[in-house]
């Protein structure tokens, strides 16, 4: 059973500068943030290292940090600029038993992480999720396409904090 | 010259007497082989995730009921102790015991719901009826206690709704008696039956390490051969304090990780559920069941992600608080999200039959799939 | 019963038409009958009732469905090929009613007196195959053709097994005509076909275990030609929705269901006139007893209704136990199983009554 310290200690004597720091004053688990292009890299060693063996990757999740500055739009509404969308990874060892949180953050104009779907399968779905909900471009996932959202649903991406229903979908009124 | 052969797609639609819910699945079909098969999904989509921004965290739980609809006190469960354990309160024993018991219940009637519904998809239409007459029993001790039949909002953050009514104890031991000889007649009539064998063992077999990379869980990645189960890997709540046992598939009648492994690992489980539930029925201590329920919920910064073992595998919910009493953000994986990513790869080279054998041999509820 | 009506009233139309109309009658009416039965018989085996307030216990359920369904509009698909469309259903009625012309109720009633009875009725029940490809076809929907096709492989396979326990029971009786071997077997049980016939000797007791065989054959694949569970893979009704007729609606619908009835009760009486004896009574006749004469046709009538409720009784229980086979292990069992049994059967029996 490794601390979430010692993981960082590895990672960094492995992977140099694209592992960027730990948080560690939260009140509940320690989060390791890394650079959204080198992610893949770090996966596949934090799954094949013999003394880590992630070999399940609990939840990826995408989060809007909403740290830009907010400007007020033509028609009065809020729009965020600037800031950061992040992608949250909590991965489990079996064999071990411990557990690491990673985060990777991107800009919001031009959100592009690379995709760890070739490491855990489990990602597949999860990726399209984030894409779907909040417009993250996955790199080379091999059908990155919206899941939750009809298929060709126009205005935007649903779990951003400066996100408004469109008037119309297809002909139909959107709010009720 | 070759014949120009063109595969046939079928849609098995939306609306399907078998698919579960509202789920779309896209086959591919040569004759009646399978050569792929795509999920769609998004019919039941109901933006729980944006809904919870909105709200305060305890107006937060009766959407989450509304997710798992067959589970629903196990969805409580894993909402309230994840912001427990961002807040660091400690709820009273008695609270303790009771969300036990009754998630305890939740998960024999889920599992009656699914083991009634797949043999209604093989074609046996006579244990559907005896598994949903034993449910009756539990949904009437789930309304003696909080009123509600399906969807409950009963566990609150630090304590519960309502405290339990005074014949409780007494209905539930008549309940773990009457029930122990129904499992052994639903056996006798469904898992033994040589039709049944025929038609799920050796269909859909999901190798261990192809399980693990998909991320499922439950009582699919436990009919792998894997003893993987929080309540004794990563104990919460009070599950240390029980004595019960974690079934895995063997491949008794096939291979390791088929069908029928699946469906039995849900049979035992509801053996040992009522273990459980006897050993803590016994033990309830006396209190107050909201003497700890806080006044204002406003967590600290932080993050936390929590998981609990939930009848169809691991319920996650991953919660990120900014200081103010709305969630900054909730994401919930759910475990039949995740569970029916694996569907493609099991169908691969079965008939048309099998792939509703497999699909219910996975057990999902599309409310999760969707939230 | 044609010869006593035209005796009766002298005209060929006429004498006919009634001669029709009766097994007609009758039919509809256990259909009926039947469909209640179905509803109770179900119901009390998953533990609930059924229904019980139309009527007394429900029996007028059926009515009012009926009702229901004459009123209900008559759907057809635009895309659908209409003239197959509204042949179909009367085809697949046809098939299974006109078996009835062959049967003997009782010893004075019986639609025509053919003497290539059972041939005849083997031959008309395969009408029922083209009515049900031609549903599946004209429905102009996947899922139908699918539930067709599998059923005319279904019930072309499994009339070869059918075919071949017939052939046992000719060989062994010497004839065709279904009078003749409910005759045979007299009105006493321990002369039936199934404790191994009317003459008493050695071979009588070395038949009887062919003889149950030939009738669990015969049974399991007269239960395939139907479609009933665990056979019942064209109507599946948790893989195709309802195969074949699932975009037939009122009363076209109502005719593919009342066929499904019909054909149950002929081959229940088939194999109950071919094994148990048809219409006779198994301990001897109270018209005999009392020596009143005219009493015999009545009771015969009794005993063969009795005797085809049963079966059809065991037909609608095993539907509500067992689950259903996948369509390539249906056919495994027809042709690497029960096709071998039926073969060997045959020449045992053959041996036998050589003797």
Request: charged share 20%; glycine share 6%; hydrophobic share 45%.
């Given at each position: 059973?490794?601390?979430?310290?010692?993981?960082?200690?590895?990672?960094?004597?492995?992977?140099?500068?694209?592992?960027?720091?730990?948080?560690?004053?939260?009140?509940?688990?320690?989060?390791?943030?890394?650079?959204?292009?080198?992610?893949?890299?770090?996966?596949?060693?934090?799954?094949?290292?013999?003394?880590?063996?992630?070999?399940?990757?609990?939840?990826?999740?995408?989060?809007?940090?909403?740290?830009?500055?907010k400007?007020?739009?033509?028609?009065?509404?809020?729009?965020?600029?600037?800031?950061?969308?992040?992608?949250?990874?909590?991965l489990?060892?079996?064999?071990?038993k411990?557990k690491?949180?990673?985060?990777?953050?991107?800009?919001?104009?031009?959100?592009?992480?690379?995709?760890?779907?070739?490491?855990?399968?489990?990602?597949?779905?999860?990726?399209?999720?984030?894409?779907?909900?909040?417009?993250?471009?996955?790199?080379n996932?091999?059908d990155?396409?919206?899941?939750?959202?009809?298929?060709?649903?126009?205005?935007?991406?649903?779990?951003?904090?400066?996100?408004?229903?469109?008037?119309?979908?297809?002909?139909?009124?959107?709010?009720? | 010259?070759?014949?120009?052969?063109?595969?046939?797609?079928?849609?098995?639609?939306?609306?399907?007497?078998?698919?579960?819910?509202?789920?779309?699945?896209?086959?591919?079909?040569?004759?009646e082989?399978?050569?792929?098969?795509?999920?769609?999904?998004?019919?039941?989509?109901?933006?729980?995730?944006?809904?919870?921004?909105?709200?305060?965290?305890?107006?937060?739980?009766?959407?989450?009921?509304?997710?798992?609809?067959?589970?629903?006190?196990?969805?409580?469960?894993?909402?309230?102790?994840?912001?427990?354990?961002?807040?660091?309160?400690?709820?009273?024993?008695?609270?303790?015991?009771?969300?036990?018991?009754?998630?305890?219940?939740?998960?024999?009637?889920?599992?009656?719901?699914?083991?009634?519904?797949?043999?209604?998809?093989?074609?046996?239409?006579?244990?559907?009826?005896?598994?949903?007459?034993?449910?009756?029993?539990?949904?009437?001790?789930?309304?003696?206690?909080?009123?509600?039949?399906?969807?409950?909002?009963?566990?609150?953050?630090?304590?519960?709704?309502?405290?339990?009514?005074?014949?409780?104890?007494?209905?539930?031991?008549?309940?773990?008696?009457?029930?122990?000889p129904?499992?052994?007649?639903?056996?006798?009539?469904?898992?033994?039956?040589?039709?049944?064998?025929?038609?799920?063992?050796?269909?859909?077999v999901?190798?261990?390490?192809?399980?693990?990379?998909?991320?499922?869980?439950?009582?699919?990645?436990?009919?792998?051969?894997?003893?993987?189960?929080?309540?004794?890997?990563?104990?919460?709540?009070?599950?240390?304090?029980?004595?019960?046992?974690?079934?895995v598939?063997?491949?008794?009648?096939?291979?390791?990780?088929?069908?029928?492994?699946?469906y039995?690992v849900?049979?035992?489980?509801?053996?040992?559920?009522?273990?459980?539930?006897e050993?803590a029925?016994?033990?309830?201590?006396?209190?107050d069941?909201?003497?700890?329920?806080?006044?204002?919920?406003?967590?600290?910064?932080g993050?936390?992600?929590?998981?609990?073992?939930?009848?169809?595998?691991?319920?996650?919910?991953?919660?990120?608080?900014?200081?103010?009493?709305?969630?900054?953000?909730?994401?919930?994986?759910?475990?039949?999200?995740?569970?029916?990513?694996?569907?493609?790869?099991?169908?691969?080279?079965?008939?048309?039959?099998?792939?509703?054998?497999?699909?219910?041999?996975?057990?999902?509820?599309?409310?999760?799939?969707?939230? | 019963?044609?010869?006593?009506?035209?005796?009766?009233?002298?005209?060929?139309?006429?004498?006919?038409?009634?001669?029709?109309?009766?097994?007609l009658?009758?039919?509809?009416?256990?259909?009926l009958?039947?469909?209640?039965?179905?509803?109770?018989?179900?119901?009390?085996?998953?533990?609930?009732?059924?229904?019980?307030?139309?009527?007394?216990?429900?029996?007028?359920?059926?009515?009012?469905?009926?009702?229901?369904?004459?009123?209900?509009?008559?759907?057809?698909?635009?895309?659908?090929d209409?003239?197959?469309?509204?042949?179909?259903?009367?085809?697949?009625?046809?098939?299974?009613?006109a078996?009835?012309a062959?049967?003997p109720?009782?010893?004075?009633?019986?639609?025509?007196?053919?003497?290539?009875?059972?041939?005849?009725?083997?031959a008309?029940?395969?009408?029922?195959?083209?009515?049900?490809?031609?549903?599946?076809?004209?429905?102009?929907?996947?899922?139908?053709?699918?539930?067709?096709?599998?059923?005319?492989?279904?019930?072309?396979?499994?009339?070869?097994?059918?075919?071949?326990?017939?052939?046992?029971?000719?060989?062994?009786?010497?004839?065709?005509?279904?009078?003749?071997?409910?005759?045979?077997?007299?009105?006493?049980?321990?002369?039936?076909n199934?404790?191994?016939?009317?003459?008493?000797?050695?071979?009588?007791?070395?038949?009887?275990?062919?003889?149950?065989?030939?009738?669990?054959?015969?049974?399991?694949?007269?239960?395939?030609?139907?479609?009933?569970?665990?056979?019942?893979?064209?109507?599946?009704?948790?893989?195709?929705?309802?195969?074949?007729?699932?975009?037939?609606?009122?009363?076209?619908?109502?005719?593919?269901?009342l066929?499904?009835?019909?054909?149950?009760?002929?081959?229940?009486a088939?194999?109950?006139?071919?094994?148990?004896?048809?219409?006779?009574?198994?301990?001897?006749?109270?018209?005999?007893?009392?020596?009143?004469?005219?009493?015999?046709p009545?009771?015969?009538?009794f005993?063969?209704?009795?005797?085809?409720?049963?079966?059809?009784?065991?037909?609608?229980?095993?539907?509500?136990?067992?689950?259903?086979?996948?369509?390539?292990?249906?056919?495994?069992?027809?042709?690497?199983?029960?096709?071998?049994?039926?073969?060997?059967?045959?020449?045992?029996?053959?041996?036998?009554?050589?003797?």
């Amino acid at each position: 059973m490794k601390s979430a310290e010692e993981i960082f200690e590895i990672l960094k004597n492995e992977f140099g500068e694209a592992i960027i720091s730990i948080e560690k004053d939260l009140p509940t688990e320690p989060i390791i943030s890394i650079n959204p292009f080198e992610i893949k890299k770090v996966c596949m060693f934090l799954r094949d290292n013999e003394e880590l063996k992630f070999d399940s990757l609990m939840v990826l999740s995408g989060v809007d940090d909403a740290n830009g500055e907010k400007i007020k739009d033509e028609d009065g509404t809020e729009i965020i600029k600037g800031g950061t969308l992040s992608v949250y990874y909590h991965l489990y060892s079996i064999p071990f038993k411990h557990k690491v949180t990673l985060k990777v953050s991107t800009p919001r104009e031009n959100p592009q992480v690379e995709s760890v779907e070739s490491v855990w399968k489990c990602a597949d779905w999860h990726e399209r999720e984030a894409y779907d909900m909040f417009g993250i471009i996955f790199l080379n996932h091999p059908d990155l396409r919206r899941i939750l959202m009809p298929y060709d649903w126009e205005a935007g991406y649903p779990l951003r904090k400066d996100y408004k229903n469109p008037e119309f979908y297809q002909g139909m009124k959107v709010p009720y | 010259m070759a014949l120009k052969t063109e595969t046939m797609i079928l849609n098995m639609g939306p609306q399907h007497p078998s698919t579960h819910g509202v789920l779309r699945l896209e086959l591919e079909l040569e004759g009646e082989l399978i050569k792929n098969v795509k999920p769609h999904i998004g019919y039941l989509h109901r933006c729980f995730e944006k809904h919870a921004e909105a709200m305060t965290y305890p107006q937060v739980i009766p959407y989450t009921d509304r997710m798992d609809y067959l589970a629903s006190m196990y969805n409580n469960f894993g909402y309230v102790l994840a912001v427990e354990k961002l807040l660091g309160i400690q709820v009273p024993e008695r609270v303790e015991y009771i969300r036990v018991i009754m998630g305890e219940l939740q998960r024999i009637a889920s599992h009656l719901v699914a083991i009634g519904t797949y043999g209604l998809d093989i074609g046996a239409f006579t244990p559907f009826l005896y598994c949903f007459r034993d449910r009756e029993k539990i949904l009437s001790l789930f309304e003696m206690t909080c009123g509600a039949r399906l969807l409950y909002n009963y566990m609150w953050i630090g304590g519960l709704s309502h405290d339990i009514h005074p014949d409780f104890v007494r209905l539930t031991k008549e309940f773990i008696k009457s029930f122990r000889p129904t499992i052994d007649e639903l056996n006798y009539l469904l898992s033994y039956n040589k039709i049944f064998i025929e038609r799920t063992a050796n269909i859909g077999v999901l190798p261990l390490d192809t399980a693990i990379n998909y991320g499922v869980t439950g009582p699919v990645l436990r009919g792998s051969g894997l003893a993987f189960d929080l309540r004794k890997n990563e104990p919460y709540s009070i599950y240390d304090r029980f004595d019960f046992d974690i079934p895995v598939g063997k491949g008794l009648m096939g291979t390791v990780g088929d069908c029928w492994d699946r469906y039995y690992v849900r049979v035992q489980e509801m053996e040992q559920s009522l273990r459980i539930i006897e050993q803590a029925i016994d033990q309830i201590p006396e209190g107050d069941v909201q003497a700890a329920i806080p006044k204002r919920i406003k967590p600290p910064k932080g993050t936390v992600y929590f998981r609990v073992e939930n009848p169809r595998g691991e319920l996650g919910y991953f919660i990120i608080s900014d200081g103010s009493p709305n969630p900054f953000r909730v994401k919930v994986r759910a475990p039949s999200f995740v569970n029916l990513e694996v569907l493609g790869e099991l169908c691969k080279g079965h008939l048309v039959a099998d792939v509703v054998a497999i699909l219910g041999s996975i057990d999902i509820v599309l409310g999760e799939v969707d939230r | 019963m044609y010869q006593l009506l035209y005796n009766f009233t002298g005209d060929v139309i006429i004498s006919t038409i009634v001669v029709a109309l009766i097994p007609l009658t009758i039919i509809l009416i256990y259909a009926l009958f039947a469909i209640w039965l179905e509803r109770k018989v179900s119901a009390h085996m998953q533990d609930r009732l059924g229904p019980m307030r139309t009527g007394w216990h429900g029996w007028l359920q059926t009515i009012a469905d009926m009702i229901k369904m004459i009123q209900k509009e008559d759907t057809i698909a635009a895309e659908a090929d209409k003239k197959l469309f509204n042949i179909a259903p009367v085809l697949v009625f046809t098939g299974s009613f006109a078996a009835y012309a062959a049967i003997p109720f009782s010893s004075a009633l019986i639609g025509s007196e053919i003497e290539v009875g059972l041939f005849y009725i083997v031959a008309i029940s395969s009408l029922v195959v083209v009515g049900i490809l031609m549903a599946g076809w004209a429905s102009n929907n996947k899922y139908s053709l699918l539930g067709a096709m599998r059923s005319a492989a279904q019930i072309v396979s499994y009339e070869i097994p059918t075919a071949l326990v017939v052939l046992t029971m000719v060989m062994y009786t010497g004839t065709f005509s279904l009078t003749k071997i409910s005759e045979m077997q007299t009105p006493y049980f321990w002369n039936w076909n199934i404790l191994g016939g009317p003459e008493f000797g050695i071979t009588k007791f070395l038949l009887i275990p062919f003889m149950i065989v030939a009738a669990s054959i015969m049974f399991i694949s007269t239960l395939a030609e139907v479609n009933r569970t665990p056979f019942d893979i064209p109507e599946a009704e948790s893989e195709l929705v309802a195969g074949y007729f699932t975009e037939y609606s009122g009363m076209k619908w109502g005719m593919f269901m009342l066929a499904e009835y019909a054909n149950m009760l002929a081959v229940s009486a088939v194999v109950s006139i071919l094994f148990f004896g048809g219409y006779q009574s198994p301990f001897g006749y109270l018209g005999n007893l009392l020596n009143i004469k005219w009493l015999i046709p009545f009771e015969q009538i009794f005993w063969f209704l009795l005797k085809g409720l049963i079966l059809v009784f065991v037909q609608m229980w095993l539907r509500w136990t067992l689950p259903r086979l996948r369509v390539d292990q249906l056919m495994t069992v027809c042709w690497k199983y029960l096709i071998p049994y039926a073969v060997v059967n045959l020449i045992f029996v053959g041996i036998i009554s050589l003797l």
